[in-house]
């Protein structure tokens, strides 16, 4: 579910009164769509950017907070807004990125003519796989690491959720 803006019904306030998900997947924050948000930050403000990022990540994060204590939540613990919107969730945890803190992580992402090659590790079990799309960027990672998350919140080994 996506959010545009702070009001409903363009929320995830308003969303969640449709929806009662049971996994939920938070990806990241850009201000790409804070236009809507900018109502809520002086122009002025010192650390605007910032402010603005908070107040996405808290409307996006709070899916996440309010998933059941049996739901999974699947996020990127590279971004720091994500980590911080999702602290309270009593939902099951897979942290998924590049650094020491994923639970899920990502060893490599490779660009290459057959397209992007990812390698992950989680626990102790490594797999690689290619999405056959040449020209991928790098960056694009994260998101099919965080499906391969969706998958082992779903019982799949990490083999499985690759290949999947």
């Known amino acids: 579910m996506g959010i545009d803006g ?3 019904p363009k929320n995830m306030r308003y969303l969640l009164k449709i929806l009662q998900p049971d996994v939920g997947v ?3 924050v850009t201000t790409s769509h804070a236009e809507p948000w900018d109502k809520l930050v002086p122009p002025n403000h010192p650390n605007r950017i910032s402010k603005l990022k908070k ?3 808290k409307e996006k994060g709070l899916m996440l907070r309010r998933l059941p204590s049996d739901g999974w939540a699947v996020y990127n613990a590279d971004d720091e807004f994500v980590v911080e919107a999702v602290k309270s969730t009593q939902a099951h945890q897979l942290k998924v990125g590049a650094g ?3 639970d899920i992580r990502i060893i490599e992402a490779n660009t290459g003519p057959k397209g992007l090659i990812i390698k992950l590790k989680y626990q102790q079990e490594k797999a690689s796989f290619t999405i056959n799309q040449p020209f991928l960027a790098e960056k694009l ?3 099919f690491a965080l499906a391969v998350g969706v998958g082992i919140a779903f019982d799949l080994s990490l083999e499985r959720a690759s290949k999947s």
Do not use: M
């Open 55 to 57: 107040l996405i990540a």
């Open 6 to 8: 702070p009001d409903e």
């Open 141 to 143: 990672a994260i998101d």
């Open 26 to 28: 938070f990806t990241g």
């Open 100 to 102: 020491d803190k994923a």
